[in-house]
């Protein structure tokens, strides 16, 4: 039991991790507590564990990898199209569907501080990201008569700040109590060499622990329990503003197919890229990294003339309530992942750091994928489903969003 100082420093040196001590002397006693608090609710042996076993070598044989079967939106002929529409409708109309947004993330990258969702678009009339969801969720109602629940997942970095933007904007005039916040859980973030790094001189430093989380995170806030009304939930990110996020063609071929889990995905346009595509490994479905792919397999077609491997995951999954209830009882692997974090060096002075010096762990949603035999891919045109908005450089910006959202939905675009 790490039930005094003394227990709780033999506890670190045998992790190896007795330098989260070093400035114990120099705290005052509220800052003690909070160190020795935070100290005793972390599992340093699973961190210490995660490190090691993260240096594994992970790569996979190309024999293991096999196609996975998808369906093409664009291909589809307009009398099936007509029938998965049907039937997705009728889920809709009976507020059997649920969207659940996954926001845990800060607006950084876009020189925002504050929650990324509530960073705003320059359309005609300002809107974050978290009302264009809504306005979909509102359009819904019109539509069908029916306000559908909206889960959203937040972070211990961003939580508060997004619950007091809601009340500020009076919930976009959805239903209040259609609405639930529940938080990502985090692990502590280690340097290269698995030390783990201080935020602070009493704070350890923390990071979101993935995408992943979001299944044990719904449980451990009790909301399983608002989920009697609910058969399918709709799962994507809060950066993507074009993605259909209820879809009754999707809902409809998932239900056709009798599947319990689905995905979007988006053609992938250079077959040498390093964006992980879907395929099987073991007859099990995953993404897989291209490094492990031959390059007769990356190039790889079907006797329809179509590539076999270049189906890229665009964070939007559709599942049913039975396999999402599975999921929180499930643990998920994580994954390492190299960041950029300051930190508090060994002179007790923060340090400011200009390229990544530390790792994260993070569990990946798509590793709930294996566990389910029936699963259904649909491929939707990028300039239809997918503009991301990561930053104010590259490919996907505010600015490119915006383009492609107001000519989709035929909005008159902001004249300068």
């Keep these: 039991m790490l039930n005094n100082l003394k227990h709780i420093n033999k506890h670190l040196k045998k992790y190896n991790q007795e330098h989260l001590l070093y400035f114990y002397d120099k705290l005052t006693d509220e800052e003690k507590k909070i160190l020795l608090k935070q100290i005793k609710d972390t599992n340093i042996k699973e961190i210490t564990n995660l490190y090691k076993k993260s240096f594994r070598d992970y790569s996979i044989e190309s024999n293991r990898i096999t196609p996975l079967k998808y369906y093409s939106k664009t291909l589809m002929e307009d009398s099936t199209k007509k029938n998965y529409v049907s039937i997705g409708e009728e889920i809709i109309k009976n507020g059997k ?11 950084t990258r876009l020189g925002y501080k504050g929650p990324k969702g509530c960073y705003e678009l320059d359309f005609k009339e300002k809107k974050s990201l ?13 539509k069908y008569g029916v306000y559908l629940k909206w889960y959203i997942m937040t972070s211990v970095d961003n939580d508060f700040k997004t619950k007091e933007y809601f009340e500020n904007k009076n ?10 916040f529940f938080k990502q859980d985090t692990l502590p973030i280690v340097d290269k060499n698995g030390k783990i790094i201080l935020d602070s001189l009493y704070k350890i ?3 979101s622990n993935g995408n992943g989380d979001v299944f044990r995170a ?3 806030h009790k909301l399983q329990n608002t989920l009697d009304d609910v058969d399918w939930i709709s799962v994507s990110g809060i950066d993507n503003i074009v993605l259909e996020i209820i879809d009754p063609l999707f809902i409809g071929l998932t239900i056709y197919n009798k599947s319990n889990v689905a995905s979007k995905s988006i053609q992938k346009a250079d077959l040498e890229g390093k ?4 395929a099987k490994v073991d007859n099990y479905v995953d993404l897989v990294d291209p490094i492990n792919f031959t390059e007769k397999q990356k190039y790889e077609k079907n006797t329809e003339g179509l590539y076999l491997y270049n189906q890229m995951n665009i964070l939007s999954h559709l599942f049913s309530k039975k396999a999402f209830l599975k999921l929180t009882k499930l643990k998920l692997p994580y994954h390492r992942a190299f960041k950029k974090n300051d930190y508090i060096d060994n002179t007790g002075m923060k340090v400011v750091v200009k390229e990544p010096n530390s790792f994260k762990f993070e569990k990946f949603i798509f590793d709930a994928f294996k566990y389910f035999n029936n699963f259904t891919l649909l491929e939707v045109e990028e300039n239809e489903e997918f503009a991301p908005i990561k930053s104010f450089t590259g490919k996907y910006t505010p600015e490119t969003a915006i383009e492609l959202y107001c000519k989709k939905y035929n ?3 902001k004249i300068e």
Excluded: H, R, W
């Design 275 to 278: 964006d992980y595509v879907f």
């Design 205 to 207: 430093k923390l990071g």
């Design 171 to 180: 919930y976009f005039n959805y239903p209040k109590d259609k609405i639930y």
């Design 130 to 142: 978290f009302e264009v969801i809504c306005d979909k969720l509102k359009e819904v109602y019109s």
């Design 218 to 220: 719904f449980a451990k």
């Design 411 to 413: 909005i008159e675009p």
């Design 97 to 107: 569907i649920a969207v659940l947004t996954m926001a845990g993330g800060q607006g």
